[in-house]
């Protein structure tokens, strides 16, 4: 099988899982 | 075909589409996600069953469907968890062994999702490992209200039980006493297991969450509390303390690869927040067993529809892919639907039976 990967850092990966994170929290306290 | 505008799939390919959808379709995915969510809400199971399937349905390809499914089920997990936020009785040494085990699962599921899609059978395997879900898990919760069986299994509410009316069950004593490669490690509730079982059970339920898109807490759950012998309300805050980081791991290494779709993922999220209050007000109002049913045939129901939708894809029918994509979404409209029909209905009854009558 090809390779597993390790999450290496990404800056746009990391906005864009982030946006999700903070759009999660917004929801939550609204 | 997604009714995106041709720079979105193009975008697509950096892993970012920062609502790249039309307006039509991010209210489709705004309206979905309510639908999930009242489910999720009320069943406290039940939302990522459908999104991934009906993504394949509506014509994304396998890694976007199985990576932006896996990012809402991150999503939702954040505001479970901090609805519950002291998330009851988290056992964090497991906890931190499963989330090593399910990350490594998650990639394993993910790597073959991609293998597949290289080979051009993705979504047809996909599918029909769905088909198999659904038509178990359906048959599973349909013959249980047959039954009649009280209670709505496994649920967050049984984060607060006490600990101390906790038995083991009896096959989690037969696994421990007969697996005992080393290391041991004695969990909450004087739980002592093999560490290599944790990881198993993780490693599992992750290959399924990497390859499906699906939370995998309707296994993991019961895996924690019969293979592992974890007590309930510590299975039910470590499972949401766990999904919450592997998850994230596991939503980051699809996006890297250009799965996660932040047009299908924020309206999903977004809808499904509102929905699952809905759900939870309902709980309180409506009896989740006469409603079992209905969420049984619901994926009974979804079973069929992927294996329609699949069928119309393998020859080429649009219709019959059509036809799949609106009895999935369709058979939950009408499950969600009920349960907002009940509870107006209950609370009109209630309402009436308390206004006084003129004598």
Same mark, same amino acid.
Request: net charge negative; no cysteine; aromatic share 8%.
């Given at each position: ?13 990391? &906005?864009? &899982?982030?946006? &999700? ?10 | ?18 609502? +790249? ?38 014509? *994304? ?22 609805? %519950? %936020? ?5 056992? *964090? ?11 490594? #699962? ?16 993705? #979504? ?18 349909? =013959? ?11 649920? %967050? ?40 079982? @944790? ?13 499906? !898109? ?28 766990? @999904? ?5 791991? !596991? ?12 047009? @299908? ?36 129901? +979804? ?47 209630? =309402? %009436? ?7």
């Amino acid at each position: 099988m090809a390779g597993l990967e390790i999450p290496t850092w990404d800056p746009e990966t990391a &906005i864009l &899982i982030g946006s &999700i994170l903070i759009e999660a929290v917004v929801l939550y306290v609204g | 075909m997604p009714a995106s505008s041709p720079a979105a799939v193009t975008v697509l390919d950096s892993g970012l589409s920062l609502f +790249g959808s039309s307006p039509e379709l991010i209210a489709l995915f705004v309206g979905f996600g309510l639908v999930v969510g009242i489910l999720f809400g009320f069943f406290g199971m039940g939302g990522s069953f459908l999104v991934t399937p009906a993504l394949l349905m509506m014509g *994304y390809p396998a890694p976007v469907a199985v990576g932006s499914g896996m990012a809402f089920v991150f999503g939702t997990a954040v505001i479970a968890s901090l609805k %519950h %936020h002291d998330l009851g009785q988290v056992d *964090y040494k497991l906890g931190g062994i499963m989330i090593a085990g399910t990350t490594v #699962g998650i990639e394993v599921g993910r790597v073959s999702v991609y293998y597949l899609e290289s080979l051009g059978l993705a #979504g047809g395997v996909i599918s029909v490992a769905y088909v198999l879900l659904l038509g178990g898990i359906g048959l599973m919760v349909t =013959r249980e209200a047959l039954k009649g069986d009280g209670g709505r299994g496994i649920d %967050h509410e049984d984060a607060d039980r006490d600990l101390s009316d906790y038995e083991i069950p009896a096959i989690a004593k037969r696994i421990q006493k007969t697996v005992r490669i080393p290391p041991m490690v004695t969990l909450r509730g004087d739980v002592r297991v093999s560490a290599w079982v @944790i990881t198993a059970v993780a490693f599992a339920t992750g290959v399924l969450s990497g390859f499906l !898109g699906v939370g995998g807490g309707f296994i993991r759950m019961p895996a924690m509390i019969y293979a592992i012998g974890v007590p309930v309300p510590v299975a039910v805050g470590t499972d949401l303390f766990e @999904i919450v980081f592997s998850g994230g791991i !596991g939503s980051y290494l699809y996006g890297q690869g250009g799965g996660v779709d932040l047009g @299908i993922v924020a309206p999903l999220l977004f809808g499904s927040a509102l929905g699952a209050r809905i759900g939870s007000a309902a709980t309180a109002i409506v009896d989740a067993d006469g409603i079992k049913g209905y969420f049984g045939g619901m994926l009974l129901a +979804g079973a069929v529809a992927v294996g329609i939708g699949e069928v119309g894809s393998y020859v080429g029918s649009d219709l019959l892919e059509t036809a799949g994509l609106v009895l999935v979404i369709g058979s939950a409209v009408v499950v969600a639907g009920a349960i907002v029909y009940t509870t107006v209905t209950s609370l009109r009854a209630t =309402r %009436h039976r308390q206004i006084p009558t003129a004598d």
